[in-house]
């Protein structure tokens, strides 16, 4: 195949990526002075004190426990689609991202309703006369916004890679003798692998640097790097260390990934290095 | 490859399509508003249009930090502004303001003396005040039963988890300065560093720090007290009966929200002609009304029914404004103020 | 027993994905301006709406930007995935990780970047702008959802077409793309989502005049939602919803008249179907 089909996104790429990029560079490598602005590095300095870095630390927890509860979660539903236990495949698929065309401030309002001290669960729990739940206001709140509004992008990757799997392959896997166990583990699971990499990718990098659910759901105790950022930004003007944060960030994720493939060795198609 | 060709081609005529809507021009002169979202009785914005032959663009923004970037970044032009008190002094300090001709606006005759000349801009040569307002605790009466009179009540442990503050520096940071005697504008890293520790040992009696989705958790009953600005205080008490507004005895913050003309307006006589439209005694008093702030028009508020006219909470007396400091621009020492928020919320 | 078993799974799942969304259509009929309170039975959100200017331009807006950027970015997206597919080496790499910036990085920084760039360029800040920003961060999830398809395809199906006699470009229109059609259908459903629920990217990079949906909506927090909002949102969950039975139906219809498929529009409906996901 040709890689001229390349050509249209690489234009887009230069100029609606790599230049916006170079500023964020630019702020991110200089400090406001008088008469302008100078090189410097007194941005990333800042960004190196213990308070910073714990708020790094927790973006990095959380952003990974929600990933891995949407593959725990995401992984079986795409199953189940790509299965035939359904006629219309494609209502069921319309059907996981429907929800997300709500608004997004409406359905974590929403949220808020359900989880409160006086909210859905609790009025139905004491209905049962069972103890009332506190999760509002933790982390368990926060990582539980997360899944719900990242759930879709983890399912719909995984689906599309599943939905066209050789069936030779998985019936010749059985007629060698392998248990429903083993056609899952050495070759549903390996062959969906690229799906699930996508979707990794499309739920932990947004997970990341999301700010207004860890605002809403976490009532504002658990600053995370995106709420870092965006007041930064917005709140204190300084865009330059706001930017170098974002730098630190995207250098530190794209190098982790390089050293996993690193070590993993075999090119892969999706992976980064 | 033909059906794909049709289809760029569909694509294309949609983007052409919407860059003329865009750039079509009608004669009539246009006026460009930017305000808050629902902060305005828009029946007001039609009346005006027939009255004077314009056309109104009105659009909306959430908080005062989006206004001032969009602004600033010089990409956007608008007519008539709505910022607050702290954000017209910065605007104001970067030369981002036209000066604007009282003659010109000869309703501004009902706006109260008292609110006019405030220290954000002592002549009210940039701006008018449009909605104002303090700050103060919300309580709820089946939830708290002592008089609140105090902001020590935020820090009352018997309220432990009942309290909410503001996921606001400015607002928050100011709390703690006005208990512990301090100016709400200090720029004094000793007394930032008391402060807080203030709201540090605050912290564990703290429910959550909420913005704009507190008034709603407090009308539903989830927590006993919370700091809150008057005007969504109001709205919280006409939609529960149990709660109620204190303006502590230590002093609070007068807040306000100001029309201005940015620099680059196109269309600065209708800008005036817009605000001394606003300033009518019956449009001001609709606007109130809607709104349900409190309006700095004294015409339009003796037109208000008995009980809201005359409600301390929501007009404050002289001894009140005395007592009360407004909010400044800060410019670098507001990386202090985040700083010390940051290891706050931390903690 | 397996598919009853299977298919509560999902209703589980569709159960956690609807609450939210059951919860802020009963507030449309709320006779109370606050979520915290419930004030009785009303219509008259509904009623008040339909008067409503400002929600109305921004429903269009929302919409408009929606589809053609999804479409674009869709189109761009799915060449740009096939490219990197079939590159290697340090220069697929680097496609790749410039790829992922949109996604890594933080919404207010590609906001403001993409804001300054265009004030720079003295692209004048509207509709196009709006248009441009949106296909900009949707292209990385398009191309993230067709990649994988890609990686699943026979390599000797390209070349067997060619020898069959297509030109490069029938092979690629005939035998790629249906075969990758499920990755780019879900590339174009994500991109759609994306584009309608953003609000910070859409903020800084519009224009005077030209307002999403989103930005109505959060600007109108401070104030608190106008329950108008939550009336719009329950009409459009329940136009989709009948727009998806009445689809149904009809193709239920279609499949039992005639299974030949002599009509082109009904093997377009059959290609749909597929895309959509049938094994």
Redesign the interface.
Known sequence: MKRSTLFPYLIWMVLFIVVPMFLVLYYAFTVPTESGATWSLENFARFFEPIYLKVLWRSLRLALFSTVICLIIGYPAAMVMAGNAFERKSVVLLLFVVPMWMNFLLRTYAWLTILERNGVINVLLANLNLPSLNILYTEGAVVLGMVYNFLPFMVLPIYSVLSKIDRGVVEAAGDLGANSLQVFAKVIFPLSLPGVVSGVTMVFMPALTTFVISRLLGGGQFTLIGNLIEQQFLVVGDWGFGSSISVVMIVLILLSMAIMSFFEGEEKDVALW | ?AK?GR??LC?LA??VF??L??GCKQDKPTL?V?N????ID?DILEEFEKEFNMRV???????N??L???LK??????DVIFPSDYMLTRMLNENMLEKIDLGKIPNHRHIDASLMGTVYDPKNEYSLPYMWGTIGILYNTTLVNQPIDSWDALWDSRYAKEILML?S?RDSLAVALIRLGYSINTLDKQELAEAGQLLKEQKPL????????G????????AALALTWSGEAM??IS??EDLAYAIPKEGTNVWFDVMAVPKGAQNLEGALQFMDFLNRPEIALRNAEY?GYATPNLAAREMLPDEIRNDPQAYPGQAVLENAEFFVHLGDT??DY?RIW??V??H | MVRFLKRSYIYLVFAFLYMPIAVLMVYSFNDSRSRGMWGGFTLRWYVELFQDRTIMSSLYSTLFIGVTSAVIATIIGTLAAIGIHNSRGIQKKLIMNVTYLPVLNPEIVTAISLMILFVFTKVRLGYLTLLLSHITFNIPYVILSVLPKLRQLNKHLYEAALDLGCTPAGALWKVIIPEIMPGIITGLLLAFTLSIDDFVISFFTTGSGVSTLSITIYSMARRGINPKINALSTIMFTFVLLLLIIVNIRQAREQRKGRNGKNGQKRQMDALRTGFGGV
């Open positions: 490859m794909k289809w760029m694509v949609l983007v919407s860059v809507l865009t460009y930017y808050w979202g629902d902060y828009e663009v009105y659009d909306t923004f959430s908080t930090e989006d001032y970037v969009k970044s010089g990409g956007s032009t608008y996921d520096q703290v429910l959550a720090y909420v913005v704009d989705e008034k709603d958790k407090m009308v539903s009953g989830e709205y919280a939609e529960n709104i507001l990386k985040d940051t290891e919320k931390a």
